[in-house]
């Protein structure tokens, strides 16, 4: 009966740290084909996570969400991926899906509300675009609200690997 205990108790020691790391907000929301995905499974999965929340009416995201492409592209295999949140609804998948094929979005993208977006990093939401950039661990660390360059992504990745050093 100990031996049984005990290695439980060794098998549970082992998985603590997985554990620990997925620790990222447990929010489900569908991608655009309607498929249920859970937020956690982006972030917290051990790389930084740039959580871009954008709408298809949104000038300033037509504009310049390419940034998180090539973000995405130099950054996956490495140490940090994007998230894409669609703050269009349910209802206007279609509007959204446009959105992401006319873009050229190559990273996961899921639709949601506004209130959404609120709940996913604990901050008001003041609209599109804003990105929230989350540690390789799921916590919440900072937000920016307004167009996010590449280059701009990076620095404050930089500056919070940093503060998390202190």
Not at 27 to 32: F, R
Not at 60 to 86: P, Q, W
Not at 103 to 109: E, I, R, T
Request: glycine share 8%.
């Amino acid at each position: 009966m100990f031996q049984r205990i005990s290695r439980w108790l060794v098998v549970a020691l082992l998985a603590a740290p997985a554990l620990v790391l997925a620790t990222g907000p447990d929010i489900k929301l569908q991608d655009v084909e309607g498929k249920e995905h859970n937020v956690n499974e982006y972030i917290g999965q051990g790389k930084w996570t740039v959580v871009a929340v954008w709408s298809a009416d949104c000038p300033i995201c037509r504009r310049d969400i390419y940034h998180m492409t090539f973000f995405y592209d130099e950054h996956r295999k490495k140490n940090a991926t994007v998230l894409g949140l669609s703050v269009d609804g349910i209802g206007n998948r279609d509007k959204a899906k446009g959105f992401i094929e006319a873009q050229s979005l190559n990273f996961p993208n899921l639709i949601g509300e506004p209130e959404d977006a609120s709940r996913l990093s604990g901050a008001m939401f003041i609209g599109t675009p804003t990105y929230y950039f989350f540690s390789p661990e799921g916590k919440f660390m900072t937000q920016r609200i307004g167009p996010v360059t590449q280059q701009q992504a990076e620095q404050i990745l930089l500056d919070l690997e940093k503060q998390k050093k202190l």
